[in-house]
T-cell receptor, first 115, second 114 residues
Framework: EAGVAQSPRYKIIEKRQSVAFWCNPI?????LYWYQQILGQGPKLLIQ????????DSQLPKDRFSAERLKGVDSTLKIQPAKLEDSAVYLC?????????????FGSGTRLTVV | AQSVSQHNHHVILSEAASLELGCNYS??????LFWYVQYPGQHLQLLLK??????LVKGIKGFEAEFIKSKFSFNLRKPSVQWSDTAEYFC????????????FGIGTKLQVIP
């Protein structure tokens, strides 16, 4: 099966600019996750969707980050405005409902550099 | 809040040496446990998982991990490492709470010297 697709792979922006990332999960995977991985740290969950509904966004900085998953398939994560500390790799992952026990399938990530 | 501790941040081994990477978690309830691996330039991949049954689980590429409930630990082991095992290894824990959130450890960078 095709993996989790993410774009772009790399993005460099100036602080206070806006940026958006796109994720296409594996077909049939109703659960979608966005993680932030800062250099030297483990991935941190930003938001979890079940179909097009938000299950957990407790660690999403809602003053600047937003995410949507229209139609329960593709998802976009937006940062507006970006700060230097947002420099990180943004990972998208997906899993089947009830099969999160088997782990997620991760995309290759988008490496964001804010200068 | 749940936390995951990985004690070794950077490990350097010679080929054929044995490997053990420590992982401890703080959640007191039922958990699912994972080890993920990230090879240089590649995305995170599931190495092995535990969710019930035999506490000694075997994963891909000769890796295994043992769940010790009394110690809140899930250490990763491999009897003989290869140069191709050079990667970053992440322990992750999924709790049984409402959101079943997965928390990752900080990661351990393993460098295997030929």
């Amino acid at each position: 099966e095709a993996g989790v697709a993410q774009s772009p792979r790399y993005k460099i922006i100036e602080k206070r600019q806006s940026v958006a990332f796109w994720c296409n999960p594996i077909s049939g995977h109703a659960t979608l996750y966005w993680y932030q991985q800062i250099l030297g740290q483990g991935p941190k969950l930003l938001i979890q969707f079940q179909n097009n509904g938000v299950v957990d966004d407790s660690q999403l900085p809602k003053d600047r980050f937003s995410a949507e998953r229209l139609k329960g398939v593709d998802s976009t994560l937006k940062i507006q405005p970006a700060k230097l500390e947002d420099s990180a790799v943004y990972l998208c992952a997906s899993s089947r409902p009830g099969q999160g026990d088997y782990g997620y399938t991760f995309g290759s990530g988008t490496r964001l550099t804010v200068v | 809040a749940q936390s995951v501790s990985q004690h070794n941040h950077h490990v350097i081994l010679s080929e054929a040496a044995s490997l053990e990477l420590g992982c401890n978690y703080s959640y007191g309830g039922t958990v699912n446990l994972f080890w993920y691996v990230q090879y240089p330039g590649q995305h995170l991949q599931l190495l092995l998982k535990y969710f019930s049954g035999d506490p000694l689980v075997k994963g891909i590429k000769g890796f295994e991990a043992e769940f010790i409930k009394s110690k809140f630990s899930f250490n990763l082991r491999k009897p003989s490492v290869q140069w191709s095992d050079t990667a970053e290894y992440f322990c992750a824990v999924k709790d049984s709470g409402g959101y079943q959130k997965v928390t990752f450890g900080i990661g351990t960078k393993l460098q295997v010297i030929p």
